[in-house]
């Protein structure tokens, strides 16, 4: 009797979740293609960290903050002092990697249903998952790569940190498989293009001195592409123009939509890192400003580095005493390491963003500017010798812009002349994360405070050694 | 000679024949109603012989020796013995045993006489439960039962407790399952009023195996008042009126020791002093003070039970409403409960057993218990600051001053934030049973039941537009750049306002059912005696909720206007750029089901040898069809001594000998963790083209086919003893509890992807926990004097916990919070879980040769912490592992429970008292900003060489002072008195002639004082995660009352 009243018991426990979708039964139709890659753009979100750090950790900017231990993990990386713990840098390892897999997934998939326009959309998630890979190399060298698709916590305890040559070897065939599949513009503004596919190989190809080769994308981006400078510097970064013709690549950020919060910065669709670099702002009418955590700050040095006459210094530099200067009634609370001096390309402006309104401001991230195409492919003809002239030409296009003359520009030669490209790359590109991967990239470290040999890389991640299985092997020196 | 032989002879045979046998009738019925007793047994003593009354109380035994005693027993009734002379009919009447629950003690499927109990039980009886006028009966399980632990999370109104049964058996959900009268009533223990509970009998070791799977964490059986046959009504009303205090406040700076501070951090750092004229401050804000009120708590409830000759009843109804210490208006919470036990003898062999409660709750609350919470406000913000800012209340800052961004820029005015709290949640639940018992044969009964739990609950709550001052990101509006003293309602100036309040509203609603049929069958052979249990149980839980939240832009923004139908979406695009405001509707919808087998066995012979082994089959949705099916089985044993023929000791009424072990099992996780889902386009895989946020899908949490439940591992052994006439009886038990294959969500490798928005690491079994220690027990009942009698209960438990294994990778798992980010917790192979694992301090800098000694310490000055360098590298390292080590534990060594009772004459008075020992606490609700307030022991700072060895200096450089480190950790040691009570009865000559049977009058103090070293609200401050527990962030204080009542019943 007891046993008859369970007559079905085992059809009685064969149930699903009703209205959600299973990871293995999925990719049916275009729409679940075009939303997996979403979810794939969704991680470009989170590399504001890489570009708070790629400044912070090179000679232009100090941390900052509210006080020493505000953000430790940041103030570590600015005094060269961090350590396989830090925790910034298990967050790009984490997320960088988070956005590999999300792209996995769909290569993993790649072949259950047809679309028309599937090649495309196949190249977008290739372009994304190397420019993940890339972020990866330029922090931590050799990287574990797997291709083919997600992976289980077996196989991630199986896999060995991959040469860093062999990574680029397969960054520079993907991207070079996908340029054909990639328009130069897109109806929609954030997505993947031709040029960013082609600039991001360039750059690919010049951070291993693979010098002919850059120079052959990025002249196709100058050449072929639809791109030209902003003809006035103090605009590109105002959160009214972007996407603006000079943006190869631009990740997307917006604030009016979605609320942020402090315990999950990759779920922000606003940009993070823009709070994080206002001022500190007590009282007055400081509009169209924003306050801000005062992180990131420039120093005295980089400001001096402007000559008279660049107008790229005000849009770089925001000079806070000069602002209170013209506007007595604004007072300010000083941070750590202050400065005076903070990142104008990225301050946070008073707009209609929703709380927590210091991590959810609007800036887009400039990600590959034409000027810095301009200037890869300078330095790819010069140390290359490619061409001087054709060097001297990209370079002073960049020049004449910032001083609105030709007086400023470049006749050097040679070795002279990389340099010349090196500084420029500096004060154009000062605040937009690349300094401290160029640095790094052209040996020349001596200026940043605390550097060693061992700060060529970051440390992996102690913890993710661990969880990896132990089997990789530490960056020397950490 | 001869002849006295056989003289002896003939008397020796005379003998025999006069022992002749006769035949015994008569009737059975009961003291107080006359009525016949159905059921009793009669067994001649010294025999195995015996038969039962029937239906009218009749009986008859034959083949009666005479000389021999009968023996009258039935449960709940004093056995009485009677000597048979000779074949004449003897009728009896029994009298209750008031005692008579205490001897039966609630196993699961049943119930058994104490005496042959041979697992670990406790029990606690409605006296002991309502003694300190709980408002819940987590309440009324603190300090009373050994092997119980209860900590509270907040003493504000209607705050839940946490329960621990032996320890933390799991990283997981600890608490333990809880049965009333039959029916398991889930989560919410608020349901139910304590006034209602005949008694509680608590399961403590792995005889909780015959609920299988949800057994691992102990279980709860709950007995409530019910009605017995042939009584007339007895009512009972008990009510009571209290006032709350918060029992303590933190001594924090006032004034003028704050500005002063202040000054020297200022000048330590090198900058002007802010406060040079201290004679100048006249404004000092005792923050505490001024929210801390006075609440009132009632309660009443009355009851009815009874029965008649087929039917029993018990109806209760009860009201308690319970204001908060911190803005009552904001803070409440009322309950209604009804009750009804229904039983009705169908026929003779079928009875109908139904259980009904209703519970209506209603409550509202301000922010409490994290960071953003309205103490942890208090806390921080300066004396400096007032409270309100004179103006009218009509503008922008609703008349409160605000605080200044350079007191962080999340910290605002704690009386703002209340203004701006509106909320209020709601539940409606019904929990039953119909249960139809059939005597299929005389000792074999077959039990059907079905009960069930419907719950319907959710809230409402407003955010109207607050700004808290400038750069506080509490600000949900803007100030208009070009009139501060307006809102800025209009954010991308297109001329139409776009910035409104928010409302929110929530509706969910779960249903639960059991559906278990069981056979019971009770047989006899010999002296051996058996009890057989077989059932099935099927189980479901279905949850369905929906959740809106939008704009309120129809109508007044008020709260009585905000309701989600006043909400509209806005949507505006200027210049390509999106602004918006939308209604977010969402739902969320979920079942679970178990099918479960199971059995037990219970034996004893004469009372002296027990024995009891039983086995549950359960099969859970929670886990794949990989690993669906678990088994729990668990055996016990014991020996009642003082049965023993050859046991001969007076001093000793009885001694049992007991001993068990089994399996039991826990799979409290999420639902379907096994099967990998996607977030679904609502979900964190979202992306800005053109400004317009696109939603796309991606992976949730990742999914583990081979996940299975956690089973935990239970050893017992103990006894009980009973002395002086059974004044005096002890319990002392050992347990050893081991949990493995703990589920956990580990930390995975990046590479799978789990720190993506929305996505997280599959739940693994990966770990494993013990638990071992003592239970004592002591209950002490003797009457002087017909006027004076004393009750003296001590109970004492011992944890000793520790994760034997924490099997990800990196060994362990953090939690807590310190200042704003930092974890405090770890849950680590070798370790207790949720240890405290910091930086070690070693007092306090002296002067720079102390420093030049100590191993390299980044940026320290004389007056700084210094800390140990645990690894020996000469180096002490922040923000790595290498330096952190073990600076306390939460879990208390020993926690002991004392409660008095005297009875004196008219007069009763009693006291309890709770002590937890060896239990630390982080003091974790400082800011730590310059401006920020300080407790007041900063006093004692470390202000030149020889100050202070404790205390750092002043300086916000020194902010290497303010990383996680023993300086934080306070010993949370304490004792407490929980209840002082002194009480009046009416003598009975008195009551009769107004027909009452007892009126009671009593005043009482709860939680009238700790003594602890605790320097915080309350050292026993707790959180249901244990891998966060006694981190301090500011909870609500406990509360002390001051009660008066009466019990009346008539």
């Given at each position: 009797?007891?046993?008859?009243?369970?007559?079905?018991?085992?059809?009685?426990?064969?149930?699903?979740?009703?209205?959600?979708?299973?990871?293995?039964?999925?990719?049916?139709?275009?729409?679940?293609?075009?939303?997996?890659?979403?979810?794939?753009?969704?991680?470009?979100?989170?590399?504001?960290?890489?570009?708070?750090?790629?400044?912070?950790?090179?000679?232009?900017?100090?941390?900052?903050?509210?006080?020493?231990?505000?953000?430790?993990?940041?103030?570590?990386?600015?005094?060269?002092?961090?350590?396989?713990?830090?925790?910034?840098?298990?967050?790009?390892?984490?997320?960088?990697?988070?956005?590999?897999?999300?792209?996995?997934?769909?290569?993993?998939?790649?072949?259950?249903?047809?679309?028309?326009?599937?090649?495309?959309?196949?190249?977008?998630?290739?372009?994304?998952?190397?420019?993940?890979?890339?972020?990866?190399?330029?922090?931590?060298?050799?990287?574990?790569?797997?291709?083919?698709?997600?992976?289980?916590?077996?196989?991630?305890?199986?896999?060995?940190?991959?040469?860093?040559?062999?990574?680029?070897?397969?960054?520079?065939?993907?991207?070079?498989?996908?340029?054909?599949?990639?328009?130069?513009?897109?109806?929609?503004?954030?997505?993947?293009?031709?040029?960013?596919?082609?600039?991001?190989?360039?750059?690919?190809?010049?951070?291993?001195?693979?010098?002919?080769?850059?120079?052959?994308?990025?002249?196709?981006?100058?050449?072929?592409?639809?791109?030209?400078?902003?003809?006035?510097?103090?605009?590109?970064?105002?959160?009214?123009?972007?996407?603006?013709?000079?943006?190869?690549?631009?990740?997307?950020?917006?604030?009016?939509?979605?609320?942020?919060?402090?315990?999950?910065?990759?779920?922000v669709e606003g940009n993070v890192a823009a709070g994080f670099m206002g001022v500190r702002w007590l009282g007055g009418n400081y509009s169209p400003y924003a306050y801000g955590f005062s992180f990131n700050v420039p120093v005295q040095e980089l400001y001096d580095?402007?000559?008279?006459?660049?107008?790229?210094?005000?849009?770089?530099?925001?000079?806070?005493?000069?602002?209170?200067?013209?506007?007595?009634?604004?007072?300010?609370?000083?941070?750590?390491?202050?400065?005076?001096?903070?990142?104008?390309?990225?301050?946070?402006?008073?707009?209609?963003?929703?709380?927590?309104?210091?991590?959810?401001h609007s800036n887009n991230y400039r990600a590959i500017r034409f000027s810095d195409v301009l200037l890869m492919a300078a330095e790819a003809y010069s140390r290359g010798g490619l061409g001087d002239g054709t060097a001297q030409a990209y370079l002073n296009r960049v020049r004449r812009r910032a001083f609105g003359d030709t007086n400023h520009d470049i006749t050097s030669s040679g070795s002279a002349l990389t340099q010349d490209i090196w500084n420029e790359r500096r004060l154009e590109l000062a605040g937009e994360g690349h300094r401290f991967f160029d640095q790094v990239r052209t040996g020349q470290t001596s200026s940043i405070p605390g550097f060693t040999g061992r700060n060529v890389l970051f440390p992996i991640p102690r913890i993710e050694i661990e969880l990896a299985g132990n089997r990789w092997p530490q960056n020397d020196g950490y | 000679m001869t002849a006295k032989i056989l003289r002896v002879l003939v008397l020796l045979i005379s003998c025999v024949t006069f022992?002749?046998?006769?035949?015994?009738?008569?009737?059975?019925?009961?003291?107080?109603?006359?009525?016949?007793?159905?059921?009793?047994?009669?067994?001649?003593?010294?025999?195995?012989?015996?038969?039962?009354?029937?239906?009218?109380?009749?009986?008859?035994?034959?083949?009666?020796?005479?000389?021999?005693?009968?023996?009258?027993?039935?449960?709940?009734?004093?056995?009485?013995?009677?000597?048979?002379?000779?074949?004449?009919?003897?009728?009896?009447?029994?009298?209750?045993?008031?005692?008579?629950?205490?001897?039966?003690?609630?196993?699961?499927?049943?119930?058994?006489?104490?005496?042959?109990?041979?697992?670990?039980?406790?029990?606690?009886?409605?006296?002991?439960?309502?003694?300190?006028?709980?408002?819940?009966?987590?309440?009324?399980?603190?300090?009373?039962?050994?092997?119980?632990?209860?900590?509270?999370?907040?003493?504000?109104?209607?705050?839940?407790?946490?329960?621990?049964?032996?320890?933390?058996?799991?990283?997981?959900?600890?608490?333990?399952?809880?049965?009333?009268?039959?029916?398991?009533?889930?989560?919410?223990?608020?349901?139910?009023?304590?006034?209602?509970?005949?008694?509680?009998?608590?399961?403590?070791?792995?005889?909780?195996?015959?609920?299988?799977?949800?057994?691992?964490?102990?279980?709860?059986?709950?007995?409530?008042?019910?009605?017995?046959?042939?009584?007339?009504?007895?009512?009972?009303?008990?009510?009571?009126?209290?006032?709350?205090?918060?029992?303590?406040?933190?001594?924090?700076?006032?004034?003028y020791e704050y500005a002063a501070y202040v000054n020297e951090i200022q000048a330590a750092d090198g900058n002007a002093i802010p406060y040079p004229n201290l004679q100048l401050l006249d404004t000092n804000t005792d923050w505490q003070d001024e929210l801390f009120e006075r609440a009132p708590l009632v309660s009443h409830s009355l009851s009815a039970t009874g029965g008649s000759e087929k039917v029993t009843y018990g109806i209760s109804a009860s009201y308690f409403t319970q204001d908060g210490i911190i803005a009552s208006d904001k803070s409440n919470y009322q309950r209604w409960t009804v009750k009804?036990?229904?039983?009705?003898?169908?026929?003779?062999?079928?009875?109908?057993?139904?259980?009904?409660?209703?519970?209506?709750?209603?409550?509202?609350?301000?922010?409490?218990?994290?960071?953003?919470?309205?103490?942890?406000?208090?806390?921080?913000?300066?004396?400096?600051?007032?409270?309100?800012?004179?103006?009218?209340?009509?503008?922008?800052?609703?008349?409160?001053?605000?605080?200044?961004?350079?007191?962080?820029?999340?910290?605002?005015?704690?009386?703002?934030l209340i203004n701006n709290t509106y909320n209020e949640g709601f539940a409606d639940r019904f929990t039953g049973k119909v249960e139809l018992e059939y005597d299929v044969i005389n000792d074999l009964k077959f039990t059907s039941r079905f009960n069930f739990n419907y719950s319907d609950y959710g809230g409402r709550s407003f955010s109207p537009l607050s700004y808290y001052g400038p750069g506080k990101v509490n600000n949900n509006v803007s100030l208009d750049t070009n009139d501060p003293t307006m809102f800025d309602l209009d954010r991308n100036d297109d001329g139409t306002r776009d910035v409104y309040g928010t409302v929110s509203e929530n509706r969910q609603h779960t249903f639960d059912f059991i559906f278990e049929n069981f056979l019971d069958y009770k047989k006899s052979f010999g002296d051996h005696n058996f009890n057989v249990l077989l059932g099935t149980s099927i189980r479901s839980e279905t949850y369905k909720g929906f959740f809106g939240s939008g704009p309120l832009n129809s109508g007044p923004e008020t709260w009585d206007n905000a309701y989600l139908g006043n909400s509209n979406s806005i949507i505006q695009i200027v210049d390509g750029v999106v602004t918006s405001s939308l209604v977010n509707v969402s739902d969320g919808r979920n079942e679970n089901r178990w099918y479960s087998l199971f059995g037990r066995l219970q034996y004893d012979y004469k009372s002296k040898y027990l024995f009891s082994a039983m086995i549950r089959r359960d099969a859970s949705t929670k886990f794949g069809p990989n690993n669906r099916i678990g088994n729990f089985p668990s055996f016990s044993g014991g020996w009642v001594i003082s049965n023993e023929d050859f046991f001969n000791v007076d001093l000793i009424n009885s001694l049992k000998i007991r001993g068990s072990w089994g399996i039991t099992g826990n799979d409290k996780i999420g639902d379907y963790r096994w099967l990998g889902l996607l977030q679904g386009t609502t979900g964190e895989a979202t992306y800005p083209f053109d400004d317009l946020i696109v939603n796309g899908n991606a992976i949730g949490a990742l999914a583990n086919p081979d996940l299975k439940w956690e089973t935990n591992y239970q050893t017992n052994v103990g006894f009980d003893i009973s002395l002086f006439d059974r004044k005096l009886s002890l319990t002392l038990d050992y347990y050893r509890k081991k949990t493995e294959d703990l589920l956990l969500v580990p930390d995975v490798s990046a590479l799978l992807g789990a720190s993506a928005g929305g996505s997280s690491p599959p739940f693994v079994n990966a770990g494993t926990i013990e638990n071992k220690g003592f239970d004592f027990s002591l209950n002490f009942d003797h009457q002087f004097t017909d006027n004076f009698s004393i009750n003296l209960g001590y109970n004492l438990t011992t944890v000793k916990n520790k994760a034997l294994s924490v099997n990800n990778a990196a060994g362990f798992i953090s939690g807590g919070l310190f200042n704003l980010n930092q974890a405090t917790s770890r849950f680590q192979t070798g370790l207790p879980i949720g240890v405290f694992y910091g930086l070690q301090t070693n007092g306090v800098f002296q002067n720079q040769a102390e420093i030049d000694a100590h191993a390299v310490q980044p940026n320290a000055q004389p007056g700084d912490l210094r800390y140990v360098d645990v690894d020996g590298d000469g180096v002490i390292e922040y923000g790595s592992s290498d330096d952190l080590t073990v600076i306390g534990n939460p879990i208390p060594d020993v926690t002991m429970g004392f409660n008095l009772n005297l009875n004196f004459y008219q007069f009763d008075f009693g006291t309890s008292l709770y002590a937890s020992i060896g239990n630390d606490v982080a003091r974790s609700y400082e800011r730590f900003l310059t401006y920020s307030n300080k407790p007041d022991f900063y006093l004692n700072r470390w202000t030149g060489e020889g100050t202070s060895n404790e205390v750092p200096r002043a300086s916000s450089l020194a902010s290497n002072n303010q990383l996680w480190s023993s300086f934080y950790v306070e010993d949370g040691s304490y004792l407490r008195i929980q209840n002082v009570q002194l009480g009046y009865s009416i003598p009975e000559k008195f009551l009769e002639r107004i027909g009452l049977d007892q009126f009671r009058i009593y005043a009482a103090v709860n939680n009238l004082y700790t003594f602890t070293k605790y320097r915080g609200y309350n050292p026993d401050v707790s959180n249901a995660n244990p891998v966060a527990s006694g981190v301090d962030l500011g909870q609500y204080p406990n509360t002390r009352t001051f009660t008066t009542g009466i019990n009346v019943s008539f």
């Open positions: 009797m007891v046993l008859m009243i369970c007559y079905a018991c085992d059809d009685y426990l064969e149930i699903l979740p009703e209205g959600q979708e299973n990871s293995e039964n999925y990719f049916n139709s275009e729409s679940d293609y075009q939303n997996a890659l979403v979810g794939v753009y969704d991680l470009l979100s989170t590399t504001y960290l890489s570009n708070v750090l790629g400044e912070i950790a090179s000679d232009n900017t100090l941390c900052g903050g509210g006080d020493a231990t505000d953000v430790l993990d940041w103030q570590q990386i600015d005094d060269m002092t961090h350590t396989a713990d830090n925790g910034a840098l298990r967050s790009v390892f984490q997320w960088m990697y988070a956005g590999i897999s999300r792209a996995n997934y769909i290569i993993e998939f790649k072949d259950k249903t047809d679309f028309s326009g599937k090649d495309q959309l196949l190249a977008e998630n290739l372009f994304l998952r190397s420019y993940y890979y890339f972020e990866l190399v330029k922090f931590f060298g050799d990287v574990p790569m797997y291709l083919d698709g997600r992976i289980s916590i077996e196989e991630s305890q199986s896999i060995d940190r991959t040469p860093k040559a062999q990574v680029y070897a397969q960054l520079e065939q993907d991207l070079n498989s996908i340029i054909d599949d990639l328009p130069w513009q897109q109806d929609q503004n954030g997505r993947v293009t031709k040029g960013a596919a082609l600039a991001l190989l360039g750059k690919i190809y010049l951070y291993q001195d693979k010098f002919p080769e850059a120079v052959t994308v990025l002249d196709r981006v100058i050449n072929e592409g639809p791109y030209d400078l902003v003809s006035d510097y103090s605009t590109i970064f105002l959160n009214s123009n972007e996407n603006n013709i000079e943006s190869v690549f631009e990740v997307q950020y917006s604030g009016g939509q979605e609320g942020a919060s402090f315990g999950c910065f990759q779920c580095a402007y000559e008279d006459g660049d107008t790229r210094r005000e849009p770089t530099i925001f000079d806070v005493n000069a602002f209170m200067a013209s506007r007595p009634d604004v007072t300010i609370t000083e941070g750590n390491e202050h400065t005076g001096y903070f990142n104008h390309k990225y301050l946070p402006y008073a707009e209609a963003v929703l709380p927590d309104q210091n991590i959810n | 022992g002749q046998n006769v035949t015994v009738s008569g009737t059975v019925k009961e003291n107080v109603s006359d009525q016949p007793l159905l059921g009793v047994n009669i067994l001649i003593k010294g025999t195995n012989r015996g038969v039962t009354t029937d239906f009218d109380g009749n009986y008859t035994i034959t083949d009666v020796p005479i000389n021999s005693v009968l023996v009258y027993s039935y449960l709940g009734y004093v056995d009485q013995e009677v000597t048979v002379k000779n074949g004449n009919p003897i009728n009896v009447v029994l009298v209750e045993d008031s005692e008579a629950l205490d001897e039966v003690v609630v196993i699961g499927y049943g119930t058994q006489r104490k005496e042959l109990v041979s697992g670990a039980f406790s029990s606690i009886e409605a006296e002991r439960i309502t003694q300190t006028n709980p408002g819940r009966i987590e309440d009324a399980l603190r300090g009373n039962a050994s092997g119980v632990q209860v900590t509270s999370n907040s003493g504000s109104p209607g705050a839940s407790l946490n329960i621990r049964i032996r320890g933390i058996t799991t990283n997981g959900d600890n608490s333990p399952l809880v049965i009333v009268d039959g029916v398991n009533i889930g989560t919410d223990l608020s349901i139910i009023d304590p006034n209602d509970i005949e008694k509680m009998d608590i399961i403590k070791d792995a005889s909780t195996a015959i609920y299988g799977v949800q057994g691992a964490n102990g279980v709860i059986l709950i007995t409530t008042k019910s009605g017995r046959k042939d009584r007339k009504t007895k009512f009972s009303y008990n009510s009571f009126f209290s006032f709350q205090e918060a029992e303590n406040t933190i001594d924090l700076m006032d004034n009804n036990n229904l039983g009705i003898n169908l026929t003779e062999k079928l009875k109908l057993n139904t259980f009904l409660l209703y519970t209506n709750i209603r409550s509202q609350g301000i922010p409490e218990g994290n960071r953003g919470s309205v103490l942890y406000y208090a806390l921080n913000a300066s004396p400096l600051t007032a409270i309100y800012d004179g103006t009218d209340g009509t503008g922008v800052s609703r008349g409160f001053e605000y605080i200044g961004v350079e007191q962080g820029s999340e910290i605002i005015n704690p009386f703002a």
